[in-house]
């Protein structure tokens, strides 16, 4: 099931239905810099404004930790569990892509996807 | 001072309490040399005991005993790991000796038993060659003058470096600092650090992290609200990856290990150290 949450007219275009058909995805979101949901598919029981406020904060730490490196971009934040993993792709304009899959997913073959899917739809609509 | 000692095997190097090296390296032979604010020594370990000190303070030689108590009265030092072959040890105590460095615990073997010693370096040897790891671990024998420290790209001490396998029959727990060793060497990972509360315990590599494990904490503490908001089960490790590399941050032990490498960095073979960490998922459980 998706939910488009009547995203602005800048919202970035993502399939999330593509993604969402990948083996071993469970949800996917799109994060606004806000930390709120414009778009989600799949895992109804988990509370995607809830989860969007907590991992924009590690997207948050995670660019201060790349800023400290001297780099101001963030290619991708990987946390992984034992029962599930959150893979999340920043987008343009402080958007960014969040993925749940199961701890057992091909993890280099979807970010390889997500990767695709960032080049030809990072683009703001 | 330590010029005529064998070269050894490098292990690598850290920031520690020294008795904290001490307690993990029960199986451990070999020479540690120690780098301290007013001055620098070494301490050749056997077992994961002291069999011969010394440390130059300015003008001062202190010897055996009291130089290690100088050591260890540091709240952290500089270390360098060498590891030693049975006869790279039995030269060193010989060198050890003459120079009255020897230094004897209580209860332990003294420093001149080398063929008790030789005998058993020699079935420590036959075992890794069992393993088929002879050609990585044995290394050959004689006095030799220590090389400096040389930077890990392109030297030729790299190729030896990456060779160095660990050795074989040891305890996890025991071998668990030397697991960082393992993962700094290899390709792309540049630096290792063991962090707790804000603050490093040890750190390997040829990058600083002292300064980032602030900020690895804080990252580690916004994937921990994760598991607020949803049923994760305990942590494995988060993945920060910008274009010059990663950071990896994983539990290890208690604490947790910040990992720092480059973008050509094999992921695979870093998960593989951390999976030989015993309860490594367990202990960091969030």
Request: with cysteine; proline share 6%; glycine share 10%.
């Amino acid at each position: 099931m998706s939910t488009d949450r009547g995203a602005p007219e800048r919202t970035p275009k993502v399939d999330l239905k593509r993604i969402f058909s990948l083996d071993g995805v469970r949800m996917s979101l799109v994060i606004d810099p806000e930390g709120e949901v414009q778009e989600e598919m799949g895992a109804e029981n988990i509370d995607g404004d809830q989860l969007a406020a907590v991992v924009s904060f590690v997207m948050a730490e995670s660019r201060a930790m790349a800023t400290r490196l001297g780099d101001d971009q963030i290619s991708m934040v990987f946390v992984e569990f034992r029962d599930i993993a959150l893979l999340s792709l920043p987008l343009e304009e402080g958007y960014f892509l969040l993925l749940l899959t199961d701890p057992s997913a091909n993890v280099g073959q979807i970010s390889y996807e997500l990767k695709k899917s960032q080049e030809s739809a990072g683009a703001l609509q | 001072m330590m010029e005529s000692f064998p070269p050894g095997t490098f292990i690598g190097e850290m920031q520690a309490p020294f008795k904290w090296i001490l307690i993990h390296a029960a199986r451990f032979q070999g020479i540690i040399r120690v780098n301290a604010s007013d001055g620098e020594g070494y301490v050749m370990v056997r077992k994961g005991e002291p069999m011969g000190c010394m440390f130059r303070r300015k003008d001062d030689l202190l010897k055996g005993k009291e130089a290690y108590s100088h050591i260890t009265s540091y709240p952290v030092v500089n270390l360098s790991i060498l590891r030693y072959s049975g006869e790279e040890m039995e030269s060193a105590a010989r060198l050890a000796q003459s120079e009255g460095a020897e230094y004897q615990m209580a209860g332990s073997s003294p420093i001149s038993s080398p063929l008790a010693e030789h005998a058993q370096a020699q079935g420590e040897l036959k075992k890794e060659r069992f393993n088929g790891q002879a050609g990585a671990t044995a290394v050959k024998a004689g006095t030799a003058k220590i090389p400096p420290r040389k930077p890990r790209d392109g030297s030729p001490q790299v190729v030896e470096e990456k060779a160095v396998v660990l050795p074989s029959g040891l305890d996890t727990e025991s071998l668990a600092h030397l697991l960082l060793g393992r993962m700094l060497r290899l390709p792309g990972v540049q630096a290792v650090s063991i962090f707790g509360r804000g603050s490093s315990v040890l750190s390997i590599g040829d990058v600083e992290l002292d300064s980032l494990v602030v900020l690895a904490e804080d990252m580690l503490e916004a994937a921990k609200e994760i598991s607020s908001v949803m049923r994760t089960g305990p942590f494995v490790h988060l993945t920060l990856q910008i274009p010059a590399g990663k950071v990896i941050i994983a539990p290890y032990f208690n604490e947790y290990l910040c990992i720092l490498t480059g973008p050509e960095v094999n992921l695979g073979q870093i998960r593989k150290i951390l999976k030989d960490i015993p309860s490594a998922s367990d202990a960091g459980g969030m």
